[in-house]
């Protein structure tokens, strides 16, 4: 039987027949092309998730939610001291090259009106230095300061992979070794209408999408970046997010305090602005740990405040994470071991007899934050939003290139000021041109014990660099 024959045969016993019956019609390179889609296909998987459509989910009425513990932002003399005790291990465990750095950066800039890969993005406020470029400076900066450090693991998407890897090329991997920077690519998963039948997003080829940033997990063991990692003598693995550009991979402080706790997963958080803000914040669920969707709390919960009135439930997730190497190796030695969530959306596909059409169907995604719930200990860490936090989602308003700018920018003209330095005027975005490489410093208590500091007049601005 051919490779041809056995997979019509395999799609029709699924259930899934559909998807091949205009093949006659396709020309030879788009019949290649759905045949290396189909044999990709995981059938079993495909069980699962059609049984996933009819199932429905816990209801918030049905669970009880409490607030974390967490690690403040604003510490007693006691936090302060196991603070800086951590900052010690922190150190140590990147001087030893035990800690690797995982960016999920599988999105295109489509949002911010930019074609390529988000993390090519222009965002430095006086640069221009790309996210990826923002990225590879903290890990350098790391490095220089603590003595050692370990790979970088980069997930892409099969959209943006070719682009990101050349990207990196003509950067000349931004000073970075080439063996320490691993890039693999996330998993994709079809999209089901509502009966479970596989949609099409064009004649040869089938609906795909993500499988959820928790496939980042499962494609770091099927691509071999943990392998990768224990081989290196990686043990923990700093997990953040292309679109922020402050997010701080090499913190000690947080490497420290996980390690010092035996956690197997922890978390970084930000103070919700009110109650209202639709973020995601971190809790205890049942009893597990893990992070409560805007919707999935309930209206008392949602604005309850505690005596000193903040809120309760105020640990906005930032997707900034820290996951041992064994404990990954646990959650995918057989599977991804985390749940599956269903978003049901209207999607435009491709029919075989009516051509292009609207259709209500699913995506499955996992979430990393779920395995949370399987971590025997977890530290959770307030930091600052605007110092560890901006990110870089919308094209205008909240979370855009815009307030990101600003948010550097006016925490570096802090740090100047705090120094006894001088600002220059106001850029046309009514914020100070001003920017701190990474490399010189990446907190106000360094910039201060390095000052005074000569900066380059660079476009009317100040670079620290």
Known sequence: MSRVETLIDRCRAAGQGHVLAHWDGLRPKQQANLLAQLDGLDFELLKTLQGLIRQGVPTASSQTFVPPDVFPLVRDDTQQREAARAVLEGERLQAEGKVGFVLVAGG???????????????????????????????????RARYGGGGPWYIMTSATNDAAT??????????????????????????????????????????????????????????????????????????????????????????????????????SKVVKKRSADEKVGVLGLVDGALGCIEYSDLPDDLRGATAPNGELLFHAGNIANHILNVEFVEQLTSSGLNLPWHVARKTMQVFDPEEGQRACDGVKFETFVFDALGQSKNSVTLEVDRRTEFSPVKNAAGSDSPQTCRADMANTFAEWVVAAGGDLPAQGPDGFPLIEVDPRVAECRQEFLDLWPLQAEDLGGGQLYS
Not at 109 to 129: I, N
Not at 246 to 254: E, I, K, M, W
């Open 165 to 266: 890897r050349a990207f990196f090329e003509e950067q000349d991997f931004f000073g970075m070794d080439p063996d320490d920077v691993f890039f693999f690519t996330q998993r994709m998963l079809p999209a089901l209408d509502l009966e479970g039948r596989i949609l099409l997003s064009a004649p040869d080829s089938l609906f795909l999408a993500p499988n959820g940033h928790g496939g980042t997990l499962e494609a770091l063991a099927s691509s071999g970046a943990l392998a990768h990692a224990s081989a290196r003598g990686v043990e923990l693995l700093s997990y953040f997010q292309v679109d922020s550009p402050v997010a701080r991979p090499t913190d000690p402080l947080f490497l420290g305090l996980h390690s010092l706790a035996s956690a197997q997963m922890s």
């Open 108 to 142: 295109q800039g489509s949002r911010l009106g930019y074609d390529g890969p988000k993390g090519c993005f222009e965002v430095g406020p006086l640069s221009g230095r790309t996210l990826f470029g923002w990225h590879a400076a903290r890990l350098l900066a790391g």
